[in-house]
């Protein structure tokens, strides 16, 4: 890690654009130890065999058909931050060339360091990663699967719990997103309409809230029907790992703490909670498969009164 080599690569900051995207990268890397990665022949089993087993479980748990990501990587933080650096890119460019700032130069040093801190501080903290590549210049492209291992191995330290057990439960609640994504091949499509949407009324002056209110909608959707399959279909109890990361979540420093609210981590928890609460009730009532059908069409998505009313949406879609 060379902090000093992080602040000079953001002076450097060139170009035309709002964000100088290459120094944003080198920046982030600088400020951030990338971890060893010297994996053992063993663990590159494991990593493999918990994915397997996660696509077999769910399958069998959810009775939806899916295939894992071609592409799955365990990575160093540095390769984390050079696999999202597109993506980023991607959902930053239209405000990119809309901006016209009064001065240029000075404004593209300020969001260079502004998202090379965002990477940094990500790839510091990302356990896994399911990637379905939305808005990538490649439609065609295979979404990814990565896990950060350094992360992985610290944060099984830090908490205290086998390292193996942590890294099968993060396993599982990755592949939970590509089950989603596989048995719902429209929905890429649906929150790369509502993200484009969204951001192209901001650059006009404007807030489309109803492309903000079903992108959060649908979110929520995601994240909790991931945490409905991770209650059914983990092989064993992880009440202890949830509480643990949870409290983790909570602690930190200032830094931390601040750096989390302004990515919205926060708002991401309560996704987790509010989208939970409303597919346990749906599976209680009518079992997993009858959740699951929110995946088979847009219109089975739950809309937001729905989410805090299940009844109101069993009795939508599933009479």
Excluded at 17 to 41: R, Y
Excluded at 257 to 271: C, P, T
Aim: no cysteine; hydrophobic share 45%.
């Amino acid at each position: 890690m060379d902090l000093l080599r992080s602040i000079r690569a953001v002076s450097e900051a060139s170009g035309t654009g709002v964000i100088d995207w290459a120094k944003a990268g080198e920046a982030a890397k600088a400020s951030t130890d990338p971890g060893a990665l010297d994996l053992t022949p063993a663990e590159r089993r494991g990593y493999a065999a918990d994915v397997q087993d996660a696509r077999a479980r769910l399958r069998a748990v959810a009775g939806v058909e899916f295939d894992v990501p071609d592409t799955i990587e365990v990575q160093n933080r540095h390769h984390w931050i050079d696999a999202n650096l597109a993506t980023f890119h991607n959902v930053m460019g239209p405000v990119e060339a809309a901006t016209n700032a009064r001065l240029p130069d000075l404004s593209r040093v300020v969001n260079t360091g502004s998202m090379a801190f965002t990477l940094g501080f990500l790839a510091r903290n990302v356990l896994g990663q399911y990637d379905p590549l939305l808005l990538a210049d490649d439609a065609d492209a295979d979404h990814g699967l990565y896990f950060v291992h350094p992360n992985v191995v610290a944060v099984a330290a830090e908490l205290d719990v086998a390292y193996p057990r942590f890294r099968r439960w993060i396993a599982f609640h990755e592949v939970t997103h590509a089950a989603e994504f596989g048995a719902a091949p429209w929905l890429s499509g649906y929150l790369e309409s509502r993200v484009e949407r969204g951001v192209d009324e901001l650059v006009a002056g404007g807030l489309d809230r109803t492309a903000f209110s079903e992108l959060q909608t649908a979110m929520t959707a995601v994240e909790g029907y991931a945490e409905l399959l991770m209650d059914r279909a983990f092989d064993e109890e992880y009440a202890d790992l949830r509480r643990k990361l949870d409290a983790r979540r909570g602690g930190g420093g200032p830094v931390r703490q601040i750096a989390s609210r302004l990515l919205g981590l926060g708002l991401k928890r309560q996704q987790y909670e509010r989208g939970a609460t409303f597919f346990e009730r749906v599976a209680d009532e009518r079992g997993v498969e009858a959740a699951s059908v929110v995946w088979e069409r847009p219109e089975y998505l739950p809309t937001s009164g729905e989410i805090d009313d299940p009844g109101a949406w069993i009795r939508r879609v599933n009479p």
